[in-house]
T-cell receptor
């Protein structure tokens, strides 16, 4: 199983809502990532979890809150977002470190009204 | 800031032709990877080339790496309409391997 799954596929939320994005992999990968991608732009790294600990936070606003409950799951909690946060949010995982391939999920298309 | 820069930004070719995309980067790397992304979907890993490798093949794909020039190229031979997508290079740098930085990408359009 080389699949990273993400739910939901699409999400529309108001600026006062609280929602969560979920990501799951069962490949035994120990590094998991959140990326944000705007239209016609490359993915931008937001967070990296390594062995379930936050190892990289690219100075993302606190209205985005990551959580890694266990080695297979990664959540991104959203609160008080702005319309400019509308984007494709991609989750990825890799086994350990630089020797390994990153596997991406299909993404969650987020629209903030 | 983005590590990799790619050119061309967009490329339109006829089916059957070869497509070449280039990527340049700024710092030392452990490896360089190429990904494909169909419109609005997740990225698909195509090929990884390590810093001590110069060339790698996978099916119709050929990747080269020149660490002295900090550049890489992706060649797709005998292109098909299904190859229409955005192609990104990505580097892991040499800072522990967890931070992946993507280039701006090349949008390839293959006309049938």
């Amino acid at each position: 199983d080389t699949e990273v799954t993400q739910t939901p596929k699409h999400l529309v939320m108001g600026m006062t809502n609280k929602k969560s994005l979920k990501c799951e992999q069962h490949m035994g990968h120990r590094a998991m990532y959140w990326y944000k991608q705007k239209a016609k732009k490359p993915p931008e790294l937001m967070f990296v979890y390594s062995y379930e600990k936050l190892s990289i936070n690219e100075s993302v606003p606190s209205r985005f809150s990551p959580e890694c409950p266990n080695s297979s799951l990664l959540n991104l909690h959203l609160h008080a977002l702005q319309p400019e946060d509308s984007a494709l949010y991609l989750c990825a995982s890799k086994y350990r470190d630089f020797t390994d391939t990153q596997y991406f999920g299909p993404g969650t298309r987020l629209t903030v009204l | 800031s983005q590590q990799g820069e790619e050119d061309p930004q967009a490329l339109s070719i006829q089916e059957g032709e070869n497509a070449t995309m280039n990527c340049s980067y700024k710092t030392s790397i452990n490896n360089l990877q190429w990904y494909r992304q169909n419109s609005g979907r997740g990225l698909v890993h195509l090929i990884l080339i390590r810093s001590n490798e110069r060339e790698k093949h996978s099916g119709r794909l050929r990747v080269t790496l020149d660490t002295s020039k900090k550049s890489s190229s992706l060649l797709i031979t005998a292109s098909r309409a299904a190859d229409t997508a955005s192609y990104f290079c990505a580097t892991d740098g040499d800072t522990g391997g967890f931070k992946t930085i993507f280039g701006a990408g090349t949008r390839l359009f293959v006309k049938a």
